[in-house]
C-alpha cells in the first residue's frame, strides 16, 4: 500500500475551477494507477476519473467528460484533477485510491485511499 495526501479542494462559485493533487509520501507514484472518487452526504462513493500508470489512458464517469482532465506528474510523485465548469452537483469530499494491479472505476478496484480533501460548488 501506499500513502496518499490529497490537497486542493475548497468554496468556489458555479462555473469555477479548482485543481485537486493528490500526492504519494513514501513510495514512488509511478508505479500505481491511480483514481479519482468522490462521495456526497448520504450517498455512495462513485468513481470520477482514473490515469493509467504511465499515463497513458484515462477513465471518466460520463459527467465528467470534458469538464475534468486527470494528469500525472511521475517526477513530481503527483496526480492531478483538474475540474472546470464546476457545478452545485460536484459537491463532494473527494478521495484519491491508488492500485499497482489495474485500474478500475469501481472502489474495489483501488487498494490504498486519501483521507479526502472537501469541494463545496455554491449556486
Known amino acids: 500500500q501506499v500513502q496518499l495526501v490529497e490537497s486542493g479542494g475548497g468554496l468556489v462559485q458555479a462555473g469555477g475551477s479548482l485543481r485537486l493533487s493528490c500526492t504519494a509520501a513514501?513510495?514512488?507514484?509511478?508505479?500505481?494507477?491511480v483514481g479519482w472518487f468522490r462521495q456526497a452526504p448520504g450517498k455512495e462513493r462513485e468513481f470520477v476519473a482514473a490515469i493509467s500508470r504511465s499515463g497513458g489512458g484515462a477513465r471518466y464517469k460520463d459527467s465528467a467528460k470534458g469538464r475534468f482532465t486527470i494528469s500525472r506528474d511521475n517526477a513530481k510523485n503527483t496526480v492531478y484533477l483538474q475540474m472546470k465548469s464546476l457545478k452545485p452537483e460536484d459537491t463532494a469530499v473527494y478521495y484519491c485510491a491508488a492500485d499497482s494491479t489495474g485500474w478500475g472505476t469501481s472502489v474495489a478496484s483501488f487498494g490504498s485511499w486519501g483521507q479526502g480533501t472537501q469541494v463545496t460548488v455554491s449556486s
Open positions: 513514501g513510495r514512488t507514484i509511478s508505479l500505481y494507477a
